[in-house]
């Protein structure tokens, strides 16, 4: 039976205009750390690699049930979780989408040109991304709004993560949702956890690469948990299995990319 709900026609529409405008690679076709997935990197490229098609639907869920007037993300990449984000946002009366990349990771130049031609493709009209640096370009990106939804997927890496999350509570709500997307790699544990000793409620989703959701609200935090059935509390484990994956994605990416910059044989 083919889902018809409007955050499954969102993602394909997502998926396909990307593949049109510059080629699409996917990886863990069935998830990262869990079953999931698929998640895509532009071809030729080593990275980035997107959030997975089951965290777009996680992602999804949480915006029907919660309706957030304004986005703010840290990571872009090239373009796919926010181009889905100001979708849906814009089907549930969501009014801003923000997102703040350095354009550092792979080929960043070319993901911020490929983010913005799928921007203007999808006719996003409640996103705007920015070029800058986390922490220190947060605020003056996000000018005099406050947010009811934060994403975080910058830099992975401690005290990085937290430095973010310290920073971007100056813009948040009060009643803020905030998300942690890859929870299994390092800085974002410890992020999290910190946000729980600050006063944040916190679950984990099992997703193919695992989301952390937090909150101040007990009531907010309440009506989260109603929405997936395998969220847990946030504990952080090894995970073995996932880096061997992602060390065989970034493996095979350098191989391809190797072949085809080699000069035809005579």
């Known amino acids: 039976m083919i889902d018809a709900t409007p955050s499954y026609r969102t993602i394909r529409q997502i998926v396909r205009n990307l593949d049109e405008l510059a080629g699409l690679e996917r990886v863990w076709p069935r998830g990262a750390v869990h079953p999931g997935g698929p998640h895509y990197r532009l071809k030729g490229t080593l990275g980035p690699i997107s959030i997975g098609e089951d965290e777009c639907g996680v992602i999804g869920r949480l915006i029907q049930k919660f309706r957030p007037a304004r986005c703010f993300m840290i990571g872009n990449g090239f373009g796919l979780s ?31 040109q490929v983010a913005d031609q799928l921007r203007q493709r999808m006719d996003c009209t ?27 997927d910058g830099l992975h890496r401690h005290p990085q993560v937290t430095c973010d999350f310290q920073t971007v509570q100056r813009i948040a709500a009060n009643d803020a949702i905030f998300c942690w997307h890859d929870y299994w790699m390092p800085g974002i544990p410890q992020c999290v956890e910190y946000a729980q000793q600050t006063g944040y409620h ?22 989260i948990g109603k929405l997936y059935d395998n969220a847990e509390p946030p504990r952080p484990r090894l995970r073995p299995g996932a880096f061997f994956k992602l060390c065989y994605v970034l493996l095979t990416g350098t191989i391809k990319a190797r072949v085809a910059a080699a000069p035809p044989a005579k």
């Not at 100001?86 to 993901?111: F, H, I, P, W, Y």
């Not at 996103?127 to 934060?150: C, M, N």
């Not at 989703?205 to 009506?223: I, P, Q």
């Open 82 to 112: 926010s181009a889905y984000i100001a979708k849906m946002m814009e089907q549930n009366a969501g009014r801003s989408v923000v997102t703040l990349d350095n354009q550092s990771e792979g080929q960043g130049a070319r993901c911020a």
């Open 202 to 223: 916190c679950l984990k989703v099992n997703s193919s690469c695992e989301m952390a959701f937090g909150t101040k609200s007990d009531t907010v935090f309440n009506e």
């Open 126 to 152: 409640l996103l705007t991304s920015h070029k800058g640096t986390s922490p220190q370009d947060i605020e003056p990106t996000a000018g005099d709004e406050r947010y009811d939804f934060v994403f975080i």
